[in-house]
């Protein structure tokens, strides 16, 4: 491994063997002098914490604040290397687990582990993510294979967990947001003030949604004003609100947004504007795709 970014999943068998690795890397990065942010659940930090031991090198977090979403997790890793560079660490360590079990948003962490390789390409960062193989499907590692580039642990039980079929390409990709299958309950064309959008949106939904409403006002605020200063000085809205939540979509006729992984890149990584990634941020899910001619869409849900 001799780029800056190491991004290898350590395969284990259980919660013991977990332990027993976890703290093999732990000791290490103690004596190395990196520092690590550890986020697992309970059982195993806690267990990782007794026999290690806690000292300033390590940071021991929850793994519901990592888990919760992919924009969640880039968050939390982009803060804690800003952090930690900023404290003099020359090397920085990051051991979490996330759940696979085969469902649709299996795809949404794959996507995650690709954006890691691209935006940390250049990093001095280890990325460890740990795979219980007595739970992980056998597809989920298979696309795991293609999103980094070592498999560490207990390899050789890899082949229990049955042949592997490769990893379909699409699982890699951003997952799409379905629209609802009905006329939009407010429609805005050519909208050139956030101001306005955020008033339409707020007379369209009513009330009944309190801080759901607040945070779509605020993501319909950072998208349209994207849209006015990079795609085309205009853009047009749509809106659907449901007793689970709201959704938006925004367009534009601009030049379009090359970079598809740009939701879940940091403002500074490389150096750009935050209005995407707080719209990230704020909606459950974003979803940011090309208007057909031109242009770019974006799709927000607010659960």
């Known amino acids: 491994m001799s780029s ?57 977090l929850p793994a519901e604040r990592r888990d919760a979403r992919p924009v969640d997790a880039m968050h939390l890793l982009w803060r804690f290397l800003q952090d930690a560079f900023a404290q003099g660490a020359r090397r920085v360590h990051t051991i979490g687990a996330i759940e696979l079990d085969g469902s649709a948003a299996d795809g949404d962490w794959h996507w995650y582990e690709r954006v890691v390789n691209d935006v940390y390409a250049d990093t001095p960062l280890t990325a460890t993510c740990l795979v219980d193989l007595q739970r992980v499907p056998r597809a989920a590692i298979d696309c795991l294979q293609a999103t980094h580039e070592a498999f560490v642990g207990d390899t050789g039980s890899l082949d229990a967990v049955g042949a592997s079929s490769g990893c379909d390409e699409s699982s890699l990709l951003p997952r799409r947001i379905e629209l609802p299958e009905r006329t939009a309950d407010m ?27 607040s945070r779509a006002e605020l993501v319909v605020s950072e998208l349209v004003t994207n849209s006015i200063l990079h795609g085309g000085g205009h853009a047009d809205v749509r809106c659907w609100a449901d007793a ?11 030049p379009g947004i090359a ?5 879940l890149r940091p403002p500074s990584v490389p150096e750009r504007g935050a209005g995407l990634w707080t719209a990230s941020l704020e909606a459950t899910r974003l979803h940011v795709g090309r208007r057909v001619p031109h242009g770019t869409v974006v799709t927000a849900r607010i659960d």
């Open 4 to 60: 800056p970014l190491q991004h290898v999943a350590l395969v284990y068998e259980g919660a013991d063997a977990a332990v027993e690795h976890v703290t093999e890397l732990v000791e290490r990065d103690r004596a190395g002098d990196v520092a690590a942010l550890v986020c697992l659940p309970n059982v195993i930090a806690t267990a990782v914490a007794r026999r290690a031991g806690v000292h300033d090198g390590v940071t021991f």
């Open 244 to 254: 689970d939540g709201i959704t938006v979509e925004i367009a534009d006729d601009g």
């Open 259 to 263: 970079d598809l992984m740009a939701p």
């Open 187 to 213: 429609v805005l064309l050519g909208i050139d003030r956030p101001a306005a959008a955020r008033r339409a949106l707020r007379d369209a939904v009513g009330g009944g949604h309190g801080e759901r409403l």
